[in-house]
């Protein structure tokens, strides 16, 4: 039972996910030791301060950051016509396509060929779904090309609206 299990032979990451990870831990790192430099710079700077000074930085903090955000309450609610941008409709432009229902409906028919591919390939995907080795090609194909499974609804559609009419 302890050899029973099948061996997960992984295949080496394309160059381009390499790089990018690769990229993205320098930019990790170059951020990591700006971040330390900046500390030990404000800790050489601020070593001198006593008690008595951090309490009153941080009073003098508190109290410029909430006066500043009264004031933009008091501004937000008082006459702020200045401010206001202006509400004008929006304008057609003269030499711009003109849309219409009539022009834009689509002359082209579905042959029953056709239509039975779409039914076939649509088998083909959900039969891909039942075994393991099908999910990932399933997978596969919808991260490649997602919407598809949509547009072949659009295009069954179409197809059945045909016959309706």
Same mark, same amino acid.
């Given at each position: 039972m302890l050899f029973s299990f099948k061996r997960n032979n992984k295949k080496a990451p394309d160059k381009a996910d390499y790089f990018q990870g690769n990229l993205l831990r320098q930019f990790e790192e170059a951020n990591l030791r700006v971040q330390h430099k900046c500390a030990h710079w404000m800790e050489r700077k601020t070593a001198h301060l006593s008690r008595k000074s951090? %309490?009153? *930085?941080?009073i003098c903090f508190t109290v410029l950051t909430s006066g500043y955000s009264i004031y933009l309450m008091i501004g937000s609610f008082s006459d702020t016509a200045i401010n206001v941008e202006p509400i004008?409709? *929006?304008a057609k432009t003269t030499n711009g396509r003109q849309f219409s229902a009539e022009k834009d /409906? %689509?002359?082209v $028919? %579905? $042959?029953t060929a056709e239509f039975e591919k779409i039914?076939? !390939?649509r088998r083909y995907m959900e039969r891909l779904g039942h075994s393991a080795t099908g999910k990932k090609v399933q997978d596969s194909i919808m991260r490649y090309h997602h919407g598809l499974l949509d547009s072949l609804t659009i295009v069954e559609k179409y197809y059945h609206s045909q !016959?309706? /009419?």
């Open positions: 951090w %309490i009153l *930085i941080l004008t409709t *929006i /409906k %689509i002359n $028919s %579905i $042959s039914v076939r !390939f !016959f309706k /009419k």
